[in-house]
């Protein structure tokens, strides 16, 4: 009970936090560190609680980045179906990936969501609607219910409700029966394979879960910088999402909260700092994380709240 | 002039020996990964990485101490390999009890900390590396011309491949290899120092790669940023020949080169993608690999 009211704190004092944040920090920036948590949340789904690692997830913020900036540009959809599009867009090729990767196991099922992301990745350089090398510009963010989004605060307000919307359905497929059996898969596959679930449907539903909620992710950021990039589908993002998610703390509910907000506002400070040095940086994060902290910030922090009230950690 | 479905014939081969150019750089790069693999179960993501040393090393020997292709031959790889093995001992050595997923990690982490390292220093552009006058010019083959140093590439690469091939199956130091691949904990128990093998065949799977990038070096331009697409790909071509076979890496990384050639004369807009669509088909109908056991 006791762990269970803590949390409920934690989620108030979140809300309350977001509700006055842009009084306090520009909103791009929070808005920006929405997005990418909202993408480590949903690999994180993928990757704490089913343990798969996708190594091409960016290619699911990417491909949602193009489809809603080309609904919302060329097609001029209102902006919440254009983001809806978008969403169902990566959802959808969510599910043509995922039903080739979840073929092979471990090691291979990384390979293989990488080497696809890749092609898909090849094909929106090639392809016109994306702009190749300069991305998709001057994407307009519309209007909402008769308020101009091109306002940042009102946008913010969208923004947040989108971010604690997914947030929310995370939480709740976490402890759904769904959930508790993609932990059973995590935990051991050919068990959970003897009781006779379909593990290879469940994997799949979890990724294209996953990959629809990185597609939200991705969306949401087109509206705020108006723009898409090669950047969001390329595999240096792929590999931002997994150190955001264990920096912060793989299979718990706020780690990839954590994890994005520092990593974000890390690159923020240092990219004027250090330039290319940057990714030197996430590189030793990243060999740091696997050798001594691979409970990521919150699960180390949890451990040690744990050991300091006595009670045994596993 | 004679052509084959509107494509004249030279330019038909030229392509083939690029393919094949770019298959054997498949072939010894998937070979270091295998070997690496059935060891240490470990992918290396650092892979890309090692082989982009292994070119700028080659380059920076030139550049700062005057030396030249043929002793970078041996001095390249052998330095990446005592990298590796460095790598090896301070890092990797402590996650073989680990969930797998964890070497991939860490080793994506040292590709990026080695790829933004030299992009610090040299920049994105790629210095350029002239062929060694003993390879430059081409032979006239009749129907074509092939330029020597290509020839050279695929010829060095083979060679590497096969007696690769043959220390592994056909000699003792193999056959301990293979015991310890098996089953480490037996190997030890009769007097194996397998912890000792792990360390060489790191710095082996990754001098492998070093070796690559020399070869590579007068081929294109040397950057910090030529290995990483090249290791995606590679990653295709692991994951489409299975890791089973150390010659079913060789044939899957020619092949594919050969097909890759074959698409840049006939429908030049799939060649960036045909190794990746091939890897999608052999999932559908053989998951395991074209060499590869189920396990």
């Keep these: 009970m006791n762990a269970n009211r803590s949390v409920q704190i934690a989620y108030a004092i979140g809300l309350v936090l977001l509700l006055i944040a842009p009084a306090l920090i520009y909103p791009v920036l929070i808005m920006k560190v929405l997005c990418f948590a909202l993408f480590a949340c949903a690999f994180n789904l993928l990757l704490g609680?089913?343990?798969?690692?996708?190594?091409?997830?960016?290619?699911?913020?990417?491909?949602?980045?193009?489809?809603?900036?080309?609904?919302?540009?060329?097609?001029?959809?209102?902006?919440?179906?254009?983001?809806?599009?978008?969403?169902?867009?990566?959802?959808?090729?969510?599910?043509?990936i995922g039903s080739l990767a979840i073929r092979r196991q471990g090691i291979y099922f990384a390979m293989v969501t990488l080497a696809l992301s890749q092609m898909v990745y090849f094909f929106f350089l090639q392809a016109s609607f994306t702009g190749g090398e300069d991305g998709l510009q001057g994407?307009?963010?519309?209007?909402?219910?008769?308020?101009?989004?091109?306002?940042?605060?009102?946008?913010?307000?969208?923004?947040?409700?989108?971010?604690?919307?997914?947030?929310?359905?995370?939480?709740?497929?976490?402890?759904?029966?769904?959930?508790?059996?993609?932990?059973?898969?995590?935990?051991?596959?050919?068990?959970?394979?003897?009781?006779?679930?379909?593990?290879?449907?469940?994997?799949?539903?979890?990724?294209?879960?996953?990959?629809?909620?990185?597609?939200?992710?991705?969306?949401?950021?087109?509206?705020?910088?108006?723009?898409?990039?090669?950047?969001?589908?390329?595999?240096?993002?792929?590999?931002?999402?997994?150190?955001?998610?264990?920096?912060?703390?793989?299979?718990?509910?706020?780690?990839?909260?954590?994890?994005?907000?520092?990593?974000?506002?890390?690159q923020n400070e240092l990219a004027d700092k250090v330039g290319s040095l940057v990714t030197v940086i996430m590189g030793v994060i990243f060999v740091v994380c696997v050798l001594a902290f691979r409970r990521g910030i919150v699960g180390e922090s949890i451990a040690l709240y744990k050991r300091m009230i006595g009670e045994k950690t596993e | 002039m004679t052509d084959f479905f509107g494509v004249p014939l030279p330019a038909l081969f030229g392509q083939l020996v690029l393919g094949l150019v770019n298959g054997s750089f498949y072939a010894v790069l998937s070979l270091g990964l295998a070997v690496i693999f059935g060891m240490l179960n470990i992918i290396n993501f650092a892979h890309g990485a090692l082989y982009m040393m292994g070119a700028l090393f080659t380059w920076m020997f030139m550049e700062y101490l005057g030396i030249g292709y043929w002793w970078s031959l041996v001095l390249a790889p052998l330095s990446v390999g005592i990298i590796g093995i460095a790598i090896e001992r301070l890092l990797l050595q402590w996650l073989y009890k680990l969930d797998h997923l964890y070497g991939l990690l860490l080793t994506f982490g040292l590709a990026l900390i080695l790829e933004g390292f030299f992009r610090h220093l040299y920049g994105v552009a790629g210095q350029p590396y002239s062929i060694p006058d003993e390879l430059s010019g081409a032979i006239n083959l009749g129907f074509m011309f092939l330029p020597k140093y290509r020839a050279w590439i695929i010829f060095a690469s083979l060679a590497v491949c096969l007696v690769t091939w043959y220390v592994i199956e056909k000699t003792r130091l193999g056959a301990y290899?293979?015991?310890?691949?098996?089953?480490?904990?037996?190997?030890?128990?009769?007097?194996?120092?397998?912890?000792?093998?792990?360390?060489?065949?790191?710095g082996f799977?990754?001098?492998?790669?070093?070796?690559?990038?020399?070869?590579?070096?007068?081929?294109?331009?040397?950057?910090?940023?030529?290995?990483?697409?090249?290791i995606i790909t590679v990653f295709a071509v692991v994951v489409i020949g299975g890791m089973g076979s150390i010659l079913g890496s060789i044939l899957t990384g020619l092949g594919l080169g050969l097909i890759e050639g074959l698409t840049k004369v006939f429908y030049p807009e799939a060649s960036a993608t045909v190794v990746f669509i091939i890897m999608a088909i052999v999932l559908m109908f053989r998951p395991a690999g074209l060499f590869g056991r189920e396990k």
């Design chain 1, 49 to 96: 609680y089913t343990g798969l690692l996708s190594f091409g997830h960016a290619v699911f913020l990417g491909s949602a980045a193009y489809i809603t900036g080309h609904a919302l540009k060329v097609w001029e959809l209102p902006t919440l179906l254009g983001i809806l599009v978008g969403t169902l867009g990566a959802a959808g090729l969510g599910w043509v």
């Design chain 2, 205 to 230: 799977g990754v001098g492998l790669a070093g070796l690559a990038g020399v070869l590579a070096a007068p081929a294109t331009q040397v950057g910090p940023l030529m290995g990483s697409n090249l």
């Design chain 1, 139 to 266: 994407v307009p963010r519309g209007t909402l219910f008769g308020l101009d989004l091109a306002d940042d605060t009102n946008l913010y307000y969208l923004v947040v409700a989108i971010f604690v919307g997914a947030f929310w359905l995370i939480q709740r497929t976490i402890h759904s029966p769904f959930g508790q059996i993609l932990k059973a898969i995590r935990e051991n596959e050919p068990r959970a394979i003897s009781l006779g679930y379909d593990v290879a449907k469940y994997k799949l539903l979890a990724f294209v879960l996953s990959a629809g909620l990185a597609g939200l992710a991705g969306a949401t950021k087109t509206v705020v910088f108006k723009f898409a990039t090669l950047t969001d589908a390329h595999w240096h993002t792929s590999g931002e999402v997994v150190l955001m998610t264990l920096l912060g703390g793989m299979g718990t509910v706020f780690g990839p909260v954590v994890g994005a907000t520092v990593i974000v506002s890390l």
């Design chain 2, 177 to 202: 290899l293979r015991a310890a691949t098996e089953n480490p904990a037996l190997t030890q128990a009769f007097g194996i120092n397998v912890p000792l093998m792990v360390m060489l065949t790191y």
